[in-house]
């Protein structure tokens, strides 16, 4: 992270004692890599307590059934976003049950109101710019305003520092894709089929470029290889990509995607992003990153363009 974010993180941190952190979800995860230490340096951090993606990825952290357990009156625990919303919503009550101070840190910039239903609000909810924070606000009620925290996001802040640090020279021909684990069934009006098949089509209007497809962490690579060997391509012009998504950032001309948080860190690392969304609906425009937006390509006329 920038000293500057360092700093803020750490002034807002400091306020807090016995400090839990609980992930899921690769988004979160990412965040805590950054934060456990900080707040651990800080001398206010009691666990990280992990399950699903998340544990399977972190040594240093402890099964979430012990979370419980270690919750008193007076510890704050601090929540990432997770998919399994009805999961959110049962620690927020048993936190607020407890006495436990709750900070819930955004990872993205979509599914703002989701995540709490009916239930108790986060003592604190942390987004990462001014346009986060109008979007909590219209989804959930300005009633929640005293309860928002800007802070710079540490995950894109960090991982844009480690692209401009692999020092690796760009290969304009090589376009990165990086995919979403969006199915039809998120109801959006798209999915990483659908996505994956017009990148490859704009790709293969581009003479010799390689386009190299790196999976979200929550899907399968016989999938995603399945499908690629379904798309009609010529020799290796279309590969699956399994090392670091910096350098994959760092190699590529372009940086193409759907809505992942890593396509922030592309622009933010002065790459040129487009973002596939062929054929979304108005579930999906609500659900579209809004620093992506401009870079988004809704139909198939402005993808053989070459938008």
């Known amino acids: 992270m920038t000293p500057d974010t360092v700093r803020q993180w750490k002034a807002f941190l400091s306020d807090y004692h016995r400090?839990?952190?609980?992930?899921?979800?690769?988004?979160?995860?990412?965040?805590?890599?950054?934060?456990?230490?900080?707040?651990?340096?800080?001398?206010?951090?009691?666990?990280?307590?992990?399950?699903?993606?998340?544990?399977?990825?972190?040594?240093?952290?402890?099964?979430?059934?012990?979370?419980?357990?270690?919750?008193?009156?007076?510890?704050?625990?601090?929540?990432?976003?997770?998919?399994?919303?009805?999961?959110?919503?049962?620690?927020?009550?048993?936190?607020?049950?407890?006495?436990?101070?709750?900070?819930?840190?955004?990872?993205?910039?979509?599914?703002?109101?989701?995540?709490?239903?009916?239930?108790?609000?986060?003592?604190?909810?942390?987004?990462?710019?001014?346009?986060?924070?109008?979007?909590?606000?219209?989804?959930?009620?300005?009633?929640?305003?005293?309860?928002?925290?800007?802070?710079?996001?540490?995950?894109?802040?960090?991982?844009?520092?480690?692209?401009?640090?692999?020092?690796?020279?760009?290969?304009?021909?090589?376009?990165?894709?990086?995919?979403?684990?969006?199915?039809?069934?998120?109801?959006?009006?798209?999915?990483?089929?659908?996505?994956?098949?017009a990148a490859v089509m704009r790709a293969a209007a581009l003479p010799g470029t390689r386009l190299l497809v790196k999976r979200h962490p929550r899907q399968k690579v016989e999938d995603v290889e399945a499908e690629i060997r379904s798309i009609r391509s010529e020799g290796d012009a279309v590969q699956i990509y399994e090392g670091e998504t910096e350098r994959l950032i760092a190699t590529a001309g372009e940086v193409w995607g759907m809505t992942t948080t890593a396509l922030n860190v592309a622009l933010a690392s002065g790459k040129p992003i487009r973002s596939f969304q062929i054929g979304r609906n108005e579930t999906g425009a609500r659900m579209s990153n809004p620093h992506i937006e401009p870079f988004a390509i809704i139909r198939m006329e402005e993808e053989v363009a070459g938008k």
Request: net charge negative.
């Open 19 to 197: 400090i839990h952190f609980y992930t899921v979800d690769p988004g979160a995860h990412a965040l805590a890599v950054e934060l456990v230490p900080l707040v651990d340096l800080l001398g206010r951090l009691s666990g990280w307590y992990t399950e699903g993606w998340s544990a399977a990825r972190s040594r240093d952290s402890q099964p979430a059934s012990r979370l419980k357990f270690k919750l008193g009156i007076g510890d704050t625990l601090i929540l990432g976003s997770q998919t399994n919303f009805e999961r959110s919503k049962a620690l927020l009550r048993q936190s607020c049950a407890a006495g436990v101070t709750t900070i819930f840190l955004f990872d993205h910039w979509k599914n703002y109101a989701e995540h709490f239903g009916d239930g108790p609000l986060p003592d604190v909810v942390v987004v990462s710019d001014d346009i986060a924070r109008g979007q909590f606000l219209l989804a959930v009620g300005e009633h929640a305003a005293s309860r928002v925290k800007v802070l710079p996001h540490p995950g894109i802040d960090a991982a844009a520092e480690r692209v401009a640090a692999c020092g690796i020279a760009v290969q304009p021909r090589i376009v990165a894709f990086l995919l979403d684990p969006t199915e039809l069934s998120d109801g959006l009006g798209y999915d990483w089929r659908s996505s994956l098949d």
